[in-house]
């Protein structure tokens, strides 16, 4: 019987950051450190002593009331270190990419110590390869291994919930959700070009192929719905009132919200559609955007393409690189969904409802960073009863009790109440 209130409350950790020594993993300690609840108990994690002290002499500048954060020393190479670490901790954030070649192990112990987790994964390919070696396990043991929660894939995956959540709250079940990136600004950091490089050059061709599933991530089972190969690319939507391009992300976020309907169901609708594009300013923008897009998805199946790619991103963005603080913190993003009900017979119109995600500061890291430490937060704080209950957690709450999740399915309103207080955007109205 899984336990449904707090889970591993006795252990002396709340929160470990694992690769806290990384671009990302320093800002979510930093956030961390500033944000999270006094009495939240939180340690640092990695494999070099040294960096990670530099990390904890910056959380003390940024919170000084946060003295002496722990440290642990672990190695991937080390099994028995990365279970020592995670049988200390209730939740492990993990920041530590490309995860195809860096998360296996920590994914693991995770799993056999019961110890439940948090990545900023956009890798399909690693997603598919923990479900498949470890759903079962962690469903069994009510364990929640949550990976893409970042700005892969919270903005999608708690988009398209919100609109399934406040349509079924009318009696209706969800035809189709559109989602957009109206605007954004943000840099890339090394660690997220390697991650991308690495799903298009090192992902052998025949695990592409079945990436292009759109239901790749979800069970063998699982009801399939009316979404094709081909996503959707350059057109004008009378939707949203403006062009759109193909979103470099489209790929793991669309199967990210897929999975969640899959585990949830079916909830959102027996035929669930849904589909991301980026919004721009005029055709001309768009046309441009999508022929440079599919120019450069094309050449990188070239491996003379590949070598050059990697040898300019580790020349030019190379690994632990990032945005400088004025860059994150004037950074922004600015979804936009439209959810369609399915239409009874006796309606002229289908019922349709609009949702906002925006974030305030650069997408990749200020938020991936906030969105991360609340997500860890949420699953440490919340006890199990309330993840499960409806009236906290939304409509669809109370089906899943461990297992490779996804933020929606894992954390639901819980988690978005979190992040609205932390000052992000997360709206749903009637259209």
Same mark, same amino acid.
């Given at each position: 019987?899984?336990?449904?209130?707090?889970?591993?409350?006795? !252990?002396?950790?709340?929160? $470990?950051?694992?690769?806290?020594?990384?671009?990302?993993?320093?800002?979510?300690?930093?956030?961390?450190?500033?944000?999270?609840?006094?009495?939240?108990?939180?340690?640092?994690?990695?494999?070099?002593?040294?960096?990670?002290?530099?990390?904890?002499?910056?959380?003390?500048?940024?919170?000084?009331?946060?003295?002496?954060?722990?440290?642990?020393?672990?190695?991937?190479?080390?099994?028995?270190?990365?279970?020592?670490?995670?049988?200390?901790?209730?939740?492990?954030?993990?920041?530590?990419?490309?995860?195809?070649?860096?998360?296996?192990?920590?994914?693991?112990?995770?799993?056999?110590?019961?110890?439940?987790?948090?990545?900023?994964?956009?890798?399909?390919?690693?997603? !598919?390869?923990?479900?498949?070696?470890?759903?079962?396990?962690?469903?069994?043991?009510?364990?929640?291994?949550?990976?893409?929660?970042?700005?892969?894939?919270?903005?999608?995956?708690?988009?398209?919930?919100?609109?399934?959540?406040?349509?079924?709250?009318?009696?209706?079940?969800?035809?189709?959700?559109?989602?957009?990136?109206?605007?954004?600004?943000?840099?890339?950091?090394?660690?997220?070009?390697?991650?991308?490089?690495?799903?298009?050059?090192?992902?052998?061709?025949?695990?592409?192929?079945?990436?292009?599933?759109?239901?790749?991530?979800?069970?063998?089972?699982?009801?399939?719905?009316?979404?094709?190969?081909?996503?959707?690319?350059?057109?004008?939507?009378?939707?949203?009132?403006?062009?759109?391009?193909?979103?470099?992300?489209?790929?793991?976020?669309?199967? $990210?919200?897929?999975?969640?309907?899959?585990?949830f169901g079916n909830a959102y609708g027996p035929n669930f559609a849904y589909s991301e594009t980026q919004g721009q300013s005029n055709l001309l923008?768009?046309?441009?955007?999508?022929?440079?897009?599919?120019?450069?998805?094309?050449?990188?199946?070239?491996?003379?393409?590949?070598?050059?790619?990697?040898?300019?991103?580790?020349?030019?963005?190379?690994?632990?690189?990032?945005?400088?603080?004025?860059?994150?913190?004037?950074?922004?993003?600015?979804?936009?969904?439209?959810?369609?009900?399915?239409?009874?017979?006796?309606?002229?119109?289908?019922?349709?409802a609009v949702a906002h995600i925006n974030g305030i500061q650069d997408p990749g890291y200020g938020e991936t960073s906030k969105m991360l430490a609340?997500?860890?937060?949420?699953?440490?704080?919340?006890?199990?009863?309330?993840?499960?209950?409806?009236?906290?957690?939304?409509?669809?709450?109370?089906?899943?009790?461990?297992?490779?999740?996804?933020?929606?399915?894992?954390?639901?309103?819980?988690? $978005?109440?979190?992040?609205?207080?932390?000052?992000?955007?997360?709206?749903?109205?009637?259209?």
């Amino acid at each position: 019987m899984v336990n449904t209130t707090q889970r591993n409350a006795d !252990r002396p950790y709340d929160v $470990i950051v694992w690769g806290a020594t990384g671009f990302t993993g320093a800002l979510v300690a930093e956030y961390l450190a500033k944000s999270a609840p006094q009495d939240v108990k939180f340690a640092i994690a990695g494999r070099n002593k040294e960096k990670l002290a530099s990390v904890t002499e910056r959380m003390s500048k940024v919170a000084p009331n946060r003295k002496n954060i722990p440290v642990i020393i672990a190695n991937i190479d080390d099994q028995a270190s990365l279970d020592r670490m995670v049988s200390q901790a209730r939740v492990v954030i993990s920041t530590a990419g490309p995860f195809m070649q860096h998360g296996h192990e920590l994914v693991e112990a995770c799993v056999n110590n019961k110890t439940d987790y948090i990545d900023s994964t956009g890798e399909p390919p690693f997603v !598919r390869a923990i479900i498949d070696k470890h759903h079962d396990k962690a469903a069994a043991d009510g364990t929640m291994i949550v990976p893409g929660c970042g700005f892969d894939s919270i903005p999608s995956d708690m988009g398209a919930f919100m609109l399934a959540d406040h349509l079924a709250k009318k009696g209706k079940k969800t035809a189709s959700v559109k989602m957009t990136v109206d605007d954004m600004k943000g840099i890339a950091s090394g660690g997220t070009v390697a991650s991308l490089l690495g799903v298009l050059t090192e992902t052998p061709y025949k695990d592409q192929w079945k990436m292009m599933d759109p239901y790749y991530l979800c069970p063998a089972d699982a009801k399939r719905g009316p979404d094709s190969v081909v996503p959707p690319v350059f057109h004008y939507s009378r939707d949203f009132g403006k062009w759109q391009s193909y979103f470099v992300m489209e790929m793991t976020n669309t199967r $990210i919200v897929r999975r969640s309907n899959a585990l949830f169901g079916n909830a959102y609708g027996p035929n669930f559609a849904y589909s991301e594009t980026q919004g721009q300013s005029n055709l001309l923008t768009a046309s441009a955007v999508t022929v440079a897009g599919g120019a450069i998805a094309s050449a990188l199946v070239l491996p003379p393409v590949q070598w050059a790619a990697k040898w300019a991103a580790n020349k030019f963005v190379p690994a632990g690189s990032g945005p400088t603080k004025e860059q994150i913190e004037t950074g922004y993003f600015k979804c936009r969904a439209i959810g369609e009900a399915v239409k009874e017979p006796n309606e002229q119109t289908a019922v349709k409802a609009v949702a906002h995600i925006n974030g305030i500061q650069d997408p990749g890291y200020g938020e991936t960073s906030k969105m991360l430490a609340e997500s860890a937060l949420t699953l440490a704080l919340v006890d199990r009863k309330t993840l499960a209950s409806p009236a906290s957690a939304g409509a669809f709450a109370g089906k899943i009790t461990g297992g490779v999740l996804t933020a929606s399915t894992a954390m639901g309103y819980s988690l $978005i109440n979190r992040l609205r207080a932390a000052g992000m955007t997360f709206d749903v109205a009637d259209l």
